[in-house]
């Protein structure tokens, strides 16, 4: 189709400046600048962050919620957990190494190290500029931050708020592309394959040849945007409550099964991960090119595909994080690190070892037996569950839970985008909006539809990463008063929200929660 193949070109034009030249060293500088600022918090303090996030998960105040008006911590990180762990987790891994090779996990690894603590500086700064809307709900984001963090700087006030307005409109885009299109197009591959119905699939509604749409894609496309539309237009409340009721279980389920793989397979886990370092910085023949365009392109892979996975450094997740009734910043901001740390080093480890050790991607030649990554991981699961093809439909399974929890979390990530631009009241138009996306995903062709989504994760990182990196002595200071007083037990004041008002409430809630 005409209109399609104009699309691929202008997508390829903007994908390749937004990322090859510029997003993907923006991306792992700032999350190195940030480590240095925090003095590598996420090790110096593991002990701490672990203790107050995963390890009080059962604690009252992280689960309960009285105010109906925001949620509970582990309800914002379950709906944070259910928008980043999606389609890039199982077809993303897949994709990272079809197209880098093994060594691309490595620098996933290397994205997520420092992805916990850029993580961690967005949440700390959604928390301290966060403020309320009309509805009495806590409305926060990069665009916040941007607009009245670096607006206070000299001559910034002008260009805080194009810079605000344009993450905003790219937060929109990339709910469409992300959280919505890449994932369901994800979906109805998954389950158009490992449950195929061929009275439907036979039947060609548009298209020829590899752009072909049957009619079982559009079907699948009508009935999950019909069950999204039953939760979004719910609003915050019901999409956190189905989140923190689905996210712990397809966790859990996905890596169990994982972990059966790779046991069956355990004979393979050492040359699993040598693969995977050597060919980190050594990528075997098979990806083909010169050495200096290989290697760029299996860090170009890794990276591309550790933030369309944890979405680390996009300014995404705290839209979510700052609806949470947490007091303390560096609390949320903490949060922030456990949410990359369970994606990415958790998540995404366990898909890319069953793919490494199961036989289906040659470890010395780089050679794929899958027809395409959209089918890898299940092609994976078969090689072990082999009766019926189980292994592929309990992957289609898991993709459908994965990447639908993804779509609601995105409505309300580009719900809060669309209410800084337009308001409160005209919030339902994008939810509208979000929701006929949906079918567009079902429609387009894979490449398409994950090529678009990399295209606006870049453009919406870009203004984010600006304001995070200008805010950099700021997250210093928040860290630095959190640390002297709840580690080193000062008797100071807590920094808790930019504006004096806030600041007063919040105070006095700590001060009764101590």
Same mark, same amino acid.
């Given at each position: 189709m005409l209109f399609l193949d104009k699309l691929t070109e202008v997508n390829d034009s903007i994908n390749g400046f937004v990322w090859t030249k510029t997003g993907v060293w923006l991306l792992i500088a700032a999350g190195i600048i940030m480590t240095c600022c925090t003095k590598f918090f996420q090790v110096s303090h593991l002990r701490h962050w672990w203790k107050h996030t995963i390890g009080s998960i059962f604690h009252k105040k992280n689960i309960l919620n009285t105010d109906q008006k925001s949620i509970s911590p582990f309800q914002a990180l379950c709906t944070a957990l259910a928008a980043t762990i999606g389609t890039g987790n199982i077809a993303g891994v897949a994709a990272a190494i079809h197209i880098g090779g093994a060594g691309a996990v490595f620098w996933m690894w290397v994205a997520a190290f420092f992805g916990m603590m850029t993580n961690y500086? @967005?949440?700390?700064? +959604?928390?301290? &500029?966060?403020? #309320?809307?009309?509805? !009495? @709900?806590?409305?926060? +984001?990069?665009? &916040?931050?941007? #607009?009245?963090?670096? !607006?206070?700087?000299k001559g910034c006030k002008g260009i805080a708020s194009v810079l605000a307005v344009l993450f905003s409109v790219f937060a929109i885009l990339a709910s469409f592309g992300i959280g919505s299109m890449g994932q369901v197009n994800k979906i109805v591959a998954n389950i158009s394959s490992a449950f195929d119905i061929k009275a439907l699939s036979s039947i060609t509604v548009m298209g020829s040849g590899d752009s072909a749409v049957s009619l079982y894609s559009v079907i699948l496309g009508v009935v999950i945007m019909i069950l999204a539309a039953l939760i979004i237009l719910g609003g915050l409340k019901r999409i956190a409550s189905f989140a923190e009721k689905v996210v712990p279980f397809m966790v859990v389920a996905f890596v169990a099964g994982s972990l059966v793989i790779i046991g069956f397979n355990y004979f393979n886990i050492g040359a699993?991960?040598?693969?995977?370092?050597?060919?980190?910085?050594?990528?075997?023949?098979?990806?083909?090119?010169?050495?200096?365009?290989?290697?760029?392109?299996?860090v170009t892979q890794g990276f591309k595909r550790g933030v369309f996975s944890n979405e680390a450094g996009l300014g995404s997740s705290v839209m979510v994080h700052s609806n949470s009734n947490v007091v303390e910043p560096v609390q949320q901001g903490m949060w922030g690190i456990f949410e990359v740390f369970a994606d990415t080093i958790v998540v995404c480890t366990m898909t890319a070892l069953v793919v490494l050790?199961?036989?289906?991607?040659?470890?010395?030649?780089?050679?794929?037996t899958a027809a395409s990554d959209a089918i890898l991981v299940g092609a994976a699961f078969d090689s072990v569950f082999a009766w019926g093809n189980i292994g592929s439909k309990f992957i289609a399974i898991a993709m459908f839970l994965f990447a639908f929890t993804t779509v609601l979390g995105w409505s309300h990530y580009g719900t809060k985008a669309w209410e800084y631009l337009f308001g409160t009241?005209?919030?339902?138009?994008?939810?509208i909006l979000h929701i006929i996306t949906i079918f567009f995903g079902a429609i387009l062709t894979s490449s398409l539809a994950w090529d678009i989504s990399d295209t606006f994760n870049g453009l919406m990182m870009m203004p984010n990463l600006i304001g995070v990196v200008s805010l950099s002595g700021l997250v210093i200071k928040l860290t630095k008063n959190y640390v002297d007083r709840n580690i080193k037990h000062k008797d100071i004041e807590p920094m808790l929200s930019a504006y004096p008002e806030i600041q007063k409430k919040q105070a006095e809630k700590l001060k009764s929660q101590n």
């Open positions: 500086s @967005e949440n700390i700064l +959604g928390i301290y &500029y966060r403020r #309320k809307n009309p509805d !009495g @709900e806590w409305s926060g +984001g990069a665009m &916040y931050y941007i #607009k009245e963090g670096l !607006g206070k700087f699993a991960f040598k693969a995977i370092f050597v060919n980190a910085f050594k990528p075997i023949a098979a990806l083909g090119g010169g050495v200096g365009y290989v290697i760029s392109k299996v050790t199961s036989g289906v991607y040659n470890l010395s030649t780089g050679e794929i009241k005209s919030t339902v138009i994008f939810k």
